[in-house]
Structures are given as C-alpha cells and as structure tokens.
C-alpha cells in the first residue's frame, strides 16, 4: 500500500490527524485531516523531524488518535518520547517508511544551477539505487549519493523505522553503517587552547533565537530553565559568556536523550556544529558505559 | 561620476579605514573582519545590517549595587562606515527610522544612525528568495545611502548622494578616476536586468484577515527567533537590568513577537498565547497595520525568513503571491 491508501484506512479507523509531509519541491510538513489525505507525500526532500510536534502546545493532548509520519532516525525519538512517559502510547499511530537518506533542498537548487522556483507538478525526485534523479520539466539530473546526502545519513544506523504500526514500502536493506565519532576523535585530538579556539569562535555567532530548542523533540519541558527569571539561569544578554551557557545547558539536558536526528544543527541560521556537541556528550556517555540514548546498557554486574 | 579599479580595491579600504570604522558583508553578517573581494561578492549576510543602528544587546548604563553611581554608556564619536550594504538593507534602516523617530526620538538609534556612512551597492545578482520589486524598491534603491556604487566589470563606479558622501569619495579621490560614458551606460543596464530578474508578486493583502484560512500554516511554525532577528525591519526590544555581584546593567535587547513568552504578563495571561496568534501578528503588523500608520510595508523583500525559516513558511505564499 503507499502511503496515501494507509491514510485512508487509518483515517477510516479514527485517527484524526496525520503529521505528515506535503508537497514535492516545496516541501513543509503538514497536519492533515482526513479531507486533505491526498496532499501527503514522501520523497527525499522530507527532511524535518516530526516528532517535534506532538508535544508541541500539548497537541498530543487536545487529540485522540495521532498518526504520524516518521523515517528511520525520527523513529527513535518516539521509544524516547515513550521512555520518558511523554504520552501514552496508544494515543499515536506511526507510520514509518524506510528511508534511503534526505537532501537538503539548497543543494540541490545549488547542483541545478536553476534561479527560480519550481512547481510541485514540474518537479520530480527520487533515489534510483545510488544515484538521486531529479526531473525539472523534462530535464533530468542524476547526483552520486555521495555527494548530495546530508551529513547525519551517511553515518545513519537505523534506516528502517525501529518502531511503527504500520509500514510504507519495504525495509531497506543497506551495508551496515556505523558511527563511529570521527569528527568529535578530530576535536579531541587538539591540544585544550584550541578547542577552546574553536567552540569560541562558533559560540560567538549564536543569535540565541532557540531554533536549536524550539525545533528538537526531546526539548519539551513546559518551563524551560531558560525562560526564568527568577533565578536567572541564563541571562537574555546576547554574549558569549552567555552562550556558552546556554549551550552548555542544551547540550547537558539532552546527554543520554539526544537520538541524533540532526534537526538542531539543520535550523540554525548561523551554521553552529550542534551535532559536533551533542556527539560529543553521546561519545562521552557511551564510554561511560551508557548506550548513546535510551536505556543504560548493563554496567558492570 | 567617479569610477575605481578593482585592482585598487585593497587599497580603497585601506585608505577609508584611516578615518572610518569601515563595516563590510561576511558571509553572516557586517563585520570589520571581511575579505575585500568576497565582500563584494557576497549578495547579503545571513544577518541584516539592522545591528549596526540596533545591537542586539545594547548596555544603556551601568549601576554600583552598593554605591549610588550610575554611569551612562558612553556616545560613540568615532563614525562607522557601512561598504556595499545592499539597497533592500538600507530600505530596513529607512524603514525603523520611521519607527524610532515617530514622536519621541530614540537617542541611542539616532546616534548610531548619525554616526553611520552608507556606502551602497547595486545588486548584480538578485538571489532566489528576493522579491523588493513586489514592495516597492528595486536592486538598484538609493534612497537612504550616502555613496551609490555600482560594480561594471573591472571597476565600480560611484554616485556621492549626501555631503556626508561627497567627503567619503574626496577621502579616497587619489585612486579614482572619471567613469567612462560606457561604464555609465553598462551599470544602467546592470541594474535593468537585475531588476528584470527579481521575482515579482501581486500580494493580496486583503486576504489578510482576522479570521483567515492563511493564518493555519501557523500550524508548523516553531516559534522561533530566526524570522524575526534575521529580517532587517524587525524592531521589539526588551529593557531589562542585569544584576551582578556588586554592580548592574541596564540593556536593550532585541525580542521576538513569536516566542510564546513575548506577550506573557505577570499576571500570567497571555494574549498571544498560540502560534496562530503570534504569526498572525507579525504578518498583520507587517503588511496592514504598518502600512496604516507609515503608508508603506514593513517589509523590504530581502527574503531572508523566506529563506532560513526552518520549516519553510512562507511570507511570499502567505500573500497569494505564488
Ligand atoms: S539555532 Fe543557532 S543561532 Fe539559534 S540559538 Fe541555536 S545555535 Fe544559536
Ligand atoms: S539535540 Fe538535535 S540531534 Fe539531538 S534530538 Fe534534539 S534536535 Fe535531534
Ligand atoms: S519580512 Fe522577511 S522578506 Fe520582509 S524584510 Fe523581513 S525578513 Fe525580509
Ligand atoms: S531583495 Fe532586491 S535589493 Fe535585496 S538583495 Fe535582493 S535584489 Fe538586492
Ligand atoms: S522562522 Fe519559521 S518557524 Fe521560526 S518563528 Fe518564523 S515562521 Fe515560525
């Protein structure tokens, strides 16, 4: 079944809302009810996490029967979200498709070369094996996996949702892929004063718009240490003694709940390397014994 | 009109840097650090010019918690100049002047403003996501600058508009020459054909109601900082004291009508509760009752929170312009 005929029968059986993806070029997420079944879509351009919006203004509480779209890395935020008791389970249906990797639209705008906007109805995408095919208006283009992927898919794990109701398309068999922390092993291997360097100069670009926060699904606490002010944790300055706070604390909350779906580091408008930070704090609680998220692995007994 | 080399572009800066604190594009943002010849490459920042009159966080003064002295931040006496600021930046400035001067002048904007050059360039290459030509300016918008420069193959060529202006170029006259009546010529076809390649719209802002369908796309929106502190024309600050051991500061800081805290009042209510709301409010603010009050749009058609908004909402689709 493709994902428009699992919709429907889960519309048909009471789920009311499904988060899931619309369009082709232009591509957003979309609350769908069931009128709108048609509009929803899956292509490598489905880059965002929507997990996110489940807990987002109490969403999962206002409704009875969520269903929604996740690929492999987003999957792992629902046994998160569920470890942590964030909702009940039954209360979400979720879809998972298997993915071959998303693509940041930019790039490919960039490969094209092309300076307007395509339209949904002109504008084709999809992975033929290793290669990403693209037809605008006739015109075809083919790109090397390699070269087009986003960073977090070349080191994914879970390529197939690890946990679902139902499932659209067929498991992905791919080569097992590992992370294995080559960036952070670089970081580490510079002497103290220039990683300090180093996390200064990033730190100091941060806009502190919480993009970071407001768009990672395993910040949802509904009173957020940085919105206080009395005590002022963080203080609003725009500096970087207090960004480094700020991130301090992000990175800290998420160590052992962070599931690495890259969101954080994909939104910042200045470009930090939040992934950098947070797989160093999984770097550090996995040789602590700890799985990176989840639950802890045994230790010692 | 006067025209410079490329070749002698080191030195142009060098020369301005004597007397200015010479501001140019990086790929984020206006900054002193900049490259000389990427800077004039670059269409514009991630950032917009809007901090160089409107920091961020700007210290107003500092107080003794103990003692009773209250020190008053200095005004600053040197002068900032602003090197190929792009027409739709200069529009924002032009556009929170409107905002800052309405009845009581804003001292601390007003200094920064008196204390800034604007050298201007023309856009050679309209980006994706900009669309001044649909609210009124073109890539090739002067008004608000002090120097107009356009870049012609191996040269640029510059336009004095202000006194201010006229001192820059006598400043750096011994390595400019007289523009040739080609060089005239091709920079207005430049800007022709750059404005021709700007995507234009036909907003329709009486869609723009209350009770809107438009406003349901609000529905993603993350309520984030990102539309708000990247767009030049975006103007809610907060004044808030920062107490530390002995002594505090008084700040202003830039706010965001689309955090959920904006509008939080002490007693706990808050009017714009939802992201409904708060979008809402923003694009009415913008496009309807900005234009009310100033007969304009509060909006310049840079295309940045087009462009960086993390979850592809769209001002341009919010106007029926697709
Ligand atoms: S998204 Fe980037 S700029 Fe915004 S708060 Fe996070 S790190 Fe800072
Ligand atoms: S911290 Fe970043 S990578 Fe980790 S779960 Fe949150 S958004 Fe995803
Ligand atoms: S509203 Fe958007 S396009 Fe308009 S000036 Fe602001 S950032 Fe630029
Ligand atoms: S919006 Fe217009 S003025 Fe601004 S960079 Fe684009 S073309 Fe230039
Ligand atoms: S940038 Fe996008 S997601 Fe963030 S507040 Fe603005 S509209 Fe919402």
């Known amino acids: ?67 929604v779209v996740v690929k492999g890395c987003d999957s792992k935020t629902i046994l998160q979200l569920l470890d942590e008791n964030a909702f009940s389970r039954d209360k979400i249906v979720v879809i998972g498709i298997p993915c071959n990797g998303v693509i940041d639209v930019n790039k490919i705008v960039e490969e094209i070369g092309e300076f307007r906007e ?36 070349k080191v994914c794990e879970t390529p197939n949702p690890v946990v679902y109701d139902v499932l659209v398309g067929n498991l992905i068999q791919q080569p097992h892929r590992k992370e294995e922390f080559k960036a952070v092993k670089e970081i580490e291997s510079l002497s103290l004063e220039q990683r300090w360097e180093f996390w200064i ?49 992000r990175a800290y909350h998420l160590a052992n709940r962070c599931v690495g779906c890259g969101e954080c580091e994909r939104v910042c408008p200045v470009n930090l390397p939040l992934s950098l930070l947070n797989k160093k704090v999984a770097k550090e609680v996995k040789d602590l014994g700890f799985s990176e998220f989840l639950k802890p692995i045994e230790v010692g007994r | 009109m006067k025209a410079l080399d490329k070749a002698n572009l080191d030195k142009f800066v060098e020369l301005l840097s004597e007397e200015f604190n010479v501001y140019s594009i990086t790929d984020t943002d206006f900054s002193t650090d900049f490259d000389n010849n990427k800077a004039l490459e670059i269409l514009k920042p991630i950032k917009s010019a809007k901090e160089i009159v409107f920091p961020q966080t700007e210290p107003l003064f500092k107080f003794d918690l103990v003692g009773k002295e209250i020190v008053v931040n200095e005004k600053q006496n040197s002068t900032n100049l602003m090197l190929w600021i792009k027409p739709c930046d200069v529009r924002g400035i032009n556009i929170l002047k409107k905002v800052f001067e309405k009845d009581v002048k804003d001292v601390y904007f007003a200094n920064k403003l008196n204390n800034t050059i604007f050298v201007g360039l023309a856009c050679n290459n309209p980006s994706r996501n900009c669309f001044c030509t649909s609210v009124s300016i073109t890539p090739y918008y002067k008004e608000g600058m002090d120097v107009f420069a356009t870049s012609v193959n191996g040269a640029i060529i510059f336009e004095a508009l202000t006194e201010k202006g006229k001192e820059v170029l006598e400043k750096v006259n011994s390595l400019l020459r007289d523009a040739t009546k080609d060089e005239v010529e091709k920079a207005k076809e430049i800007h022709l054909q750059a404005e ?72 706990g209510h808050n009017p714009r509760a939802y992201r409904l709301q708060r979008l809402r409010n923003r694009i009415m603010h913008k496009f309807v009752w900005f234009k009310e009050m100033f007969d304009e749009y509060a909006c310049t058609g840079c295309g940045r929170c087009v462009s960086y908004c993390p979850v592809n909402i769209s001002l341009i689709e919010i106007l029926g312009g697709v």
């Open chain 1, 201 to 249: 100069k990033e730190f100091e670009k941060c806009i502190r718009c919480y993009a970071c926060r407001n768009v990672c699904p395993l910040c949802y606490c509904e009173s957020c240490v940085l919105e206080r002010l009395e005590p002022e944790f963080v203080r609003r300055a725009v500096r970087l003694d207090e960004n480094i706070a700020y991130h301090l604390i």
């Open chain 1, 118 to 153: 395509f339209k949904d109805n002109e504008f084709k995408i999809k992975w033929e094996g290793d290669e990403l095919v693209v037809e605008v208006n006739g015109k075809s283009y083919k790109f090397p996996k390699d070269k087009i992927l986003l960073e977090k898919c």
């Open chain 2, 196 to 267: 021709n390649k700007v995507r234009r719209y036909n907003f329709n802002t009486s869609r723009l109601t209350w009770d809107s369908d438009v406003w349901r796309i609000s529905e993603i929106c993350l309520s984030c900082g990102i539309c708000t502190y990247l767009c030049p024309t975006c103007h809610c600050f907060d004044i808030i004291d920062e107490n530390y051991v002995y002594e505090g500061e008084r700040i202003r800081i830039w706010d965001s009508c689309m955090y959920s805290e904006y509008t939080l009042q002490a007693s």
């Open chain 1, 1 to 67: 079944m493709d994902l428009v005929e699992v919709a429907k029968k889960l519309f048909d059986e009471g789920v009311e809302v499904i988060i899931g993806y619309q369009g082709n070029f232009n591509v957003k997420p979309i609350f769908a009810k069931a009128n709108e079944v048609d509009k929803l879509t899956f292509n490598p351009l489905c880059i965002y996490n929507l997990t996110n919006y489940l807990t987002m203004e109490g969403f999962v509480d206002k409704v009875d029967k969520i269903g």
